[in-house]
């Protein structure tokens, strides 16, 4: 049943407890939630429900009402307080709203049986709270019991590294292949921890190592193959990719081809296989979409014009009048960047990021912050060009309230940057700029400077940024999500911005 019918039948009286439930199910996956809220708030009050409560809070928290589902939340664990469900509920928007959520995940913890993601949801409110080394004794201890917990040793890996200490970010999937040394699933855990990371020596190793100790060739032959492209062994790259099928390792592995073709001067083989990409929809569509500005970029396709050229697509707000005061705001975002080291498999070089959703958070200044995002975002999207089913942009509807999928601050030192990337989660991203270095003589003239339209250099393609942004303090900048884009490195000083992917409307 659809939202739109379920709603009927519950606006005739025709709806029952279930009923209800189902509503808000069907709202949160068809970006309903301000239609139902409503029936939902008042079905729970009167039936004294915890799992409509419940219902309550996930469709406040799908609207970055973290406070409001907090009540929720609070009203639905004193109705159903050994509810293991609903107390890791409950602990989760805590985090993200930037309480200290460690309690509200121990009593998860207690009441439930063992999860994955209660267990890794401590893990983060220890980390959040300022108790790193709690943290990861306790998923190290896990991890050594099961070692079978692919999840756990990735948590633990991300948090090593946020700690300053990336070189013991592999160190327990080391371990358990120790006692397992033929568990495809840990071989797998390192192998994608080893690509998240980009260390591609390190994932040729692993792949030859799971090989030595009996994994097929065949299980690992994707890593393998992707290795040997971003080393740049173009004939072992041919012939792996060769000899995979597209049916037996997914549609992800042709990103790596394209992204092999392109960096081998084969760009007309790319631009094939990036139709049939585009052709395929879906996720396929969405990843594809960077490479395909770059491929039609070189060939000269009229295409690249149609994806990028519209000025449009990117546009620059002054936001200084609209925010909290900017010595007031780069000081409250400062007090966040607790980390000693950089995630993963972010672009971040030479410097730190934020933790969780930083829309998600309850405090005044954020939330003042969010409100004048939300204005700027609105204003861009009824500024675009017309409605094209087509176009990455351009296509989806533009009746919805802006959606966040991911919201954070980066803090860059002297001589940080961010290397070229795209954001295939997003739609719309962007760069907020609160506090930028002083000019020095001896500086680049775009020191600093966002690049918009360069590639990663790993590809090594002869193609300069299409436009150059000065960082300004107040000044947001907006563009598709699937636009390459970096940062120049600079000199001396701090770079505190703040930026979000805005998520695509249902």
Not at 95 to 107: H, N, R, S, W
Not at 208 to 216: D, L
Not at 230 to 247: Q, V
Not at 283 to 290: L, M, S, T
């Amino acid at each position: 049943m659809s939202f739109a019918r379920r709603l009927a039948s519950v606006r005739a009286g025709q709806a029952g407890a279930d009923d209800i439930g189902e509503l808000a199910s069907l709202a949160l996956d068809e970006g309903e939630e301000e239609a139902a809220l409503p029936w939902v708030m008042v079905a729970a009050d009167r039936a004294r429900s915890a799992r409509l409560w419940q219902w309550a809070g996930l469709l406040h928290r799908a609207l970055d009402a973290h406070q409001a589902a907090l009540d929720a939340f609070a009203a639905a664990a004193r109705l159903a307080p050994a509810d293991a469900g609903i107390a890791h509920g409950r602990a989760r928007i805590a985090m993200e709203a930037g309480l200290d959520a460690v309690a509200l995940f121990e009593t998860a913890e207690r009441l439930g049986p063992p999860s994955s993601d209660i267990l890794t949801g401590l893990a983060a409110a220890r980390w959040a709270a300022g108790r790193g080394e709690e943290a990861e004794a306790a998923l190290a201890a896990i991890v050594a019991q099961v070692p079978l917990w692919i999840a756990g040793h990735l948590q633990l890996a991300q948090l090593r590294a946020l700690m300053g200490r990336p070189a013991e970010a592999s160190a327990s999937f080391e371990r358990a292949l120790v006692r397992e040394p033929g568990s495809l699933a840990l071989w797998h855990g390192l192998l994608d921890l080893s690509l998240r990371r980009e260390d591609y020596a390190a994932l040729a190793e692993a792949a030859a190592r799971a090989e030595r100790a009996g994994v097929s060739a065949a299980d690992v032959a994707g890593h393998a193959a992707i290795a040997a492209a971003e080393l740049g062994d173009t004939g072992r790259a041919d012939r792996l990719f060769a000899a995979i099928s597209d049916d037996a390792t997914g549609p992800a592995l042709n990103l790596w081809r394209v992204r092999h073709l392109l960096r081998t001067g084969r760009a007309g083989e790319a631009d094939a296989l990036i139709d049939r990409e585009i052709e395929a929809g879906g996720p396929r569509r969405a990843a594809i979409w960077p490479y395909a500005a770059l491929a039609w970029r070189l060939a000269g396709d009229p295409r690249h014009d149609w994806l990028v050229g519209d000025p449009r697509l990117v546009r620059r707000f002054d936001l200084r009048d609209r925010l909290p005061p900017l010595d007031d705001l780069a000081s409250h975002l400062r007090s966040l960047h607790v980390a000693g080291g950089e995630y993963l498999d972010q672009s971040v070089r030479g410097g730190t990021q934020t933790d969780g959703p930083l829309f998600a958070r309850v405090d005044p200044v954020i939330r003042a912050l969010r409100t004048a995002i939300v204005a700027a975002v609105e204003t861009y999207v009824s500024g675009l060009p017309p409605r094209d089913a087509g176009h990455p942009l351009l296509a989806p509807r533009r009746d919805r309230r802006p959606r966040f999928a991911g919201s954070w601050s980066v803090r860059l030192r002297g001589g940080g940057y961010h290397a070229n990337h795209v954001h295939p989660q997003g739609w719309i991203s962007s760069a907020l700029y609160v506090a930028v270095p002083s000019r020095r003589p001896d500086d680049a003239p775009d020191a600093g400077w966002l690049a918009l339209g360069e590639p990663d250099a790993a590809l090594g393609l002869p193609l300069p940024a299409t436009q150059l942004v000065e960082p300004v303090p107040g000044r947001l900048v907006l563009f598709p999500s699937w636009l390459w884009h970096g940062t120049r490195p600079f000199g001396d000083g701090e770079r505190l911005t703040m930026a979000f992917d805005v998520a695509p409307p249902r």
